[in-house]
């Protein structure tokens, strides 16, 4: 069993700055690719970051330049720096990880989502 646990949102001003974090624990073999989503009210989720087990990174276009995508593989911890933060990056933040566990296959997990609200 494999759990997520997200932290790191809230409310910020426009131009501000937040770090999300997101912690795997369990039965833990080895993480693949690490990345964060969003969604925002009425909108599909969509992807923001994501980072390869390599330290290979891609970016959506709205966030390219802003937002920095990390990962600690001894914690078994991916974050991410928002900064210069927009209204319109408001929404939940997810995290998904791609988990081999001990025993068993290779598995998408996600974190249970944290809000991040930019408005002045």
């Known amino acids: 069993q494999v759990q997520l646990v997200e932290s790191g949102g809230g409310l910020v001003q426009p131009g501000g700055s937040l770090r999300l974090s997101c912690v795997a624990s369990?039965?833990?073999?080895?993480?693949?690719?690490m990345g964060w989503y969003r969604q925002a009210p009425g909108k599909q989720r969509e992807l923001v970051a994501a980072?390869?087990?390599?330290?290979?990174?891609n970016y959506a276009d709205s966030v390219k330049g802003r937002f920095t995508i990390s990962r600690d593989n001894a914690k078994n911890t991916v974050y991410l720096q928002m900064n210069s933060l927009k209204p319109e990056d408001s929404a939940v933040y997810y995290c998904n990880l791609q988990v081999r566990p001990v025993v068993g296959r290779e598995y998408n997990y996600w974190g249970q989502g944290t809000q991040v609200t930019v408005s002045s």
């Open positions: 369990g039965s833990i073999f080895r993480i693949n690719t």
């Open positions: 980072i390869t087990s390599g330290g290979s990174t």
